[in-house]
């Protein structure tokens, strides 16, 4: 019998099950930022509808037009070429027009999650050095907390309803500051108010940005040690936009699409999928802020035909198992994106059989602007894998001495490409412990790559549980017991163990009262070995997750 040989990055063997249509390599980039490929959308579809919220249309025209007089603003306050401005805000209109401005005017765009603590929220801003922030009301007091141990000069605070106008803004208002109570009491003196901010006069300066011109910082999630801001590139942003452009080739979609953007735009798969893939479409993005809101988040379904619905496997269960979202229309649907974890089988076949649109499952990181890899969307059916490599991009799986693995063995998913970030903001040498000597990003997720290119992720490296010197993958314990119809979901993680130094524990959502730990041990006996069994089963209400959707295991595991 004959040893496997190890898998040569140069062999590219994922080349043989591209699409006909799709090009190995991208093309030269056309546009010399992110900057200007906003500002040529907002030109070419100017009378576009180019975002709704709450029931409130902005064109491409608006945008253009709202975001030349922030970035003017920026400008006249003396901040420099490179200067980092943070946005704290959910899906609403301002976002969109805050964005561009940032870039246009030559500044750097920091994302930042609206749930962050105030310990969170200084650790972002004082390691960005961040010098402006434009914040939505609700979270003020956060900020206020943080304000004194932090260099940010310039505050502009906005509220929920500031942009829908008249009568509506008014009520949302109402209902946010009044009736839900989601406004706590802040104060910050010498703020501007974005009314303000909009009401000004100063030109926008053109800036020279080039391909080399940091374009974000994107902050890790931090779910496995200190938050590190991702370094992005206009080039690394725009490489990514025309990756997936690429990719979009063997789908039929309408020209100007419409998609969905339940997803927060601060996080890097919705940033550049619906953001920047979206106005370089000319689509139309309906923005939810709150998709945790089920109810009210169909009810906002139901008003539109769209094309597009970019997700998470958590959010796509949650929509599964409400019944309004079943009695939907699901004709105009052409494509949905699945990632920031992995998407569950169970939950994919239910969707299929649903809206009779595949969920394409990519795979990427902040690190990778985001997308490396995608299952072809042209797919009649759920691979189960992360698919193949984007154009440009190559894949490597390697052991932890750093050499490939043969195919179908199991190593760390390690990533070459024109995405690829610059580096961690201003951490050298945690830059040099995730990039190799010939240029890939050692992602940190295990998986292995299958005879078609495809690659299969088994788990986080460090969520890895040791039985009896034993892997066991949670995701594939989390999978098999979700395919229970009582369970609505699941988290496994390790726990000490005496006699084989980790056992299996499953944190289990359930949808039937009268479902026992025996009835979830006797469901994973016919499944899973001996060894990925859980031992222990404990029934919670809801799982700790960021405010992306994902779960979090290690809150778990801290517990």
């Keep these: 019998m004959t040893a496997k040989k190890a898998v040569k990055t140069e062999d590219k063997i994922w080349l043989k099950s591209y699409p006909p249509e ?18 040529t959308a907002c030109k070419q579809y100017a009378s576009n509808i180019a975002f709704t919220c709450m029931g409130k249309s902005i064109t491409y025209a608006q945008v253009e037009e709202k975001s030349k007089i922030i970035g003017g603003w920026l400008q006249s306050k003396g901040l420099e070429k490179g200067d980092r401005v943070a946005i704290m805000m959910p899906n609403i209109l301002q976002y969109t027009v805050i964005l561009p401005a940032i870039l246009r005017a030559g500044y750097v765009v920091v994302n930042v999650n609206p749930l962050y603590t105030p310990r969170e929220l200084e650790h972002q801003l004082k390691d960005s050095g961040a010098k402006a922030i434009f914040v939505v009301e609700n979270f003020a007091t956060t900020f206020e907390q943080v304000r004194d141990k932090v260099g940010v000069e310039h505050v502009v605070v906005t509220s929920m309803g500031e942009m829908l106008g008249g009568l509506k803004g008014m009520i949302v208002n109402l209902v946010v500051r009044k009736v839900k109570k989601m406004v706590p009491n802040w104060n910050l003196p010498g703020h501007h108010t974005f009314k303000s901010v909009l009401a000004s006069n100063h030109p926008l300066t053109p800036t020279d940005a080039n391909h080399d011109d940091v374009a974000f910082l994107q902050y890790t999630g931090g779910t496995t040690g200190v938050s590190k801001g991702a370094t992005l590139t206009n080039a690394n942003v725009l490489s990514n936009a025309a990756q997936n452009d690429e990719w979009l080739k063997v789908v039929k979609v309408p020209d100007n699409p419409t998609y969905i953007c339940a997803l927060p735009l601060y996080h890097i798969f919705a940033l550049t999928v619906n953001m920047i893939m979206g106005m370089r479409l000319g689509a139309h993005n309906i923005l ?110 390697r052991d932890d001495s750093g050499k490939p693995v043969p195919l179908g063995e199991v190593g760390e998913i390690c990533i070459r490409g024109p995405q690829v970030m610059a580096g961690y903001w201003q951490r050298p040498e945690a830059t040099a412990d995730v990039m190799t000597e010939d240029g890939f990003f050692k992602s940190g997720d295990m998986g292995f790559m299958n005879e078609d290119g495809q690659t299969k992720i088994v788990d986080r490296k460090k969520d890895m549980i040791l039985v009896s010197g034993f892997n066991v993958y949670p995701n594939e314990v989390e999978e098999f017991a979700v395919g229970h119809e009582h369970i609505l979901e699941a988290a496994a993680v390790g726990v000490p163990d005496d006699h084989s130094g980790e056992i299996v524990k499953l944190f289990v959502v359930k949808t039937n009262p009268d479902m026992s730990e025996d009835d979830v041990k006797d469901w994973c006996k016919k499944g899973l070995t001996n060894y990925k069994r859980p031992v222990h089963v404990e029934f919670r209400d809801e799982l700790p997750k960021t405010n992306v959707g994902k779960i979090l295991r290690r809150e778990l595991r801290d517990e």
Excluded at 22 to 39: D, F, G, M
Excluded at 342 to 365: F, H, M
């Design 22 to 39: 799709i090009s190995h390599e991208i093309p030269q980039l056309t546009h010399s930022s992110v900057a200007n490929l906003l500002e």
């Design 288 to 397: 939810i802020p709150n998709p945790r809101d089920i109810p009210g988040f169909v009810k906002e379904l139901g008003k539109y035909d769209y094309h597009i619905f970019p997700g998470l496997n958590t959010l796509f269960n949650a929509l599964l198992n409400n019944e309004d979202f079943r009695k939907l229309d699901f004709k105009s649907l052409k494509l949905t994106l699945g990632g920031g974890m992995a998407v569950q089988q169970p939950v994919a076949e239910r969707w299929k059989e649903l809206t009779d649109c595949n969920i394409s499952e990519g795979y990427g990181l902040s690190e990778t602007s985001p997308v490396a890899t995608a299952n072809r969307f042209d797919a009649k059916k759920f691979s189960g894998t992360i698919g193949l490599p984007l154009p440009s991009t190559d894949i490597s799986i």
